[in-house]
């Protein structure tokens, strides 16, 4: 995740959070023995998906808050990602649903269909994203999908384009300043930008690692220079692109590698 102007990355194989500044330089690191994902909010407040529930902590790895979640009620093992919108509410994929927090982590509602032409329940979804105009993304097997903030459907990106079984193989979202959508594909170790047709327009990296290459690349981000951050997990680093593809930096914990970025 990234917020103003630093990257936290969660390693869940080495059981650390990281703190790098905006050259890529380890700011600070935390222990996290059972973290699943990361986001942070506007105020650098950063809130951790675990196995057992989420906690909020200060961007100094402070812990502020904690509550459980009923682990029966996700319905798929990939659904434990969180994002946050510009009112600071967090939004936790419990695979078939959506549970809507406000930034104390009190609950406010869960989302379980969104309404085209009649209610429709969510297929499993995949992973969720906010783009800057504060839009819900719903990634499934085979759309993404764009809601209102009365989960209203605005607009359907079919994946059906993406030849043989690359659709299930895409594994994050993310959207740029000018909210063109981006996802890794652990099929070909690239990034992909689509068009709302579903064709591909570029495609960034393959697999090695050099700068600019990947090895399962798997959690996006943008950050406020709207430079795009991988999780490039097969060669334990994180790097930081330019939209046209290269490299502005790569880092690791020198120490021991990222384990699980």
């Known amino acids: 995740a990234s917020s103003q102007g630093s990257t936290y990355v969660l390693d869940a194989a080495a059981k650390k959070?990281?703190?790098?500044?905006?050259?890529?330089?380890?700011?600070?690191?935390?222990?996290?023995?059972?973290?699943?994902?990361?986001?942070t909010n506007q105020q650098e407040q950063v809130y951790i998906r675990t196995t057992s529930g989420i906690k909020k902590l200060t961007k100094n790895g402070k812990l502020l808050k904690k509550i459980s979640l009923n682990s029966s009620s996700v319905d798929a093992a990939y659904a434990k990602d969180v994002a946050i919108d510009k009112n600071?509410?967090?939004?936790?994929?419990?695979?078939?649903?959506?549970?809507?927090?406000?930034?104390?982590?009190?609950?406010?509602?869960?989302?379980?269909?969104?309404?085209?032409?009649?209610?429709?329940?969510?297929?499993?979804?995949r992973t969720i994203a906010f783009n800057k105009n504060n839009n819900l993304f719903v990634q499934t097997n085979v759309a993404i999908l764009q809601l209102d903030e009365n989960n209203k459907l605005i607009n359907r990106l079919l994946l059906s384009k993406l030849p043989g079984n690359q659709a299930i193989k895409l594994y994050n979202l993310a959207f740029d300043a000018s909210g063109k959508p981006y996802l890794s594909d652990l099929s070909c170790d690239?990034?992909?930008?689509?068009?709302?047709?579903?064709?591909?327009?570029?495609?960034?990296?393959?697999?090695?690692?050099?700068?600019?290459?990947?090895?399962?690349?798997?959690?996006?981000?943008?950050?406020?220079n709207n430079q795009l951050i991988v999780g490039d997990t097969g060669n334990f680093r994180v790097q930081k692109l330019a939209l046209a593809g290269a490299a502005v930096w790569t880092t690791s914990d020198e120490s021991n590698k990222f384990k699980n970025p």
């Open 190 to 224: 690239c990034i992909k930008q689509l068009d709302w047709q579903g064709n591909v327009v570029k495609t960034l990296g393959g697999f090695g690692s050099l700068p600019s290459q990947y090895y399962a690349p798997t959690v996006l981000a943008f950050d406020k």
């Open 88 to 125: 600071n509410y967090v939004y936790i994929n419990m695979g078939k649903a959506i549970h809507v927090y406000d930034s104390d982590l009190v609950f406010i509602k869960t989302i379980k269909t969104y309404t085209s032409s009649s209610a429709v329940k969510f297929n499993l979804i």
């Open 17 to 39: 959070v990281h703190k790098i500044n905006s050259a890529g330089q380890n700011l600070l690191s935390w222990d996290e023995n059972d973290g699943l994902s990361l986001a």
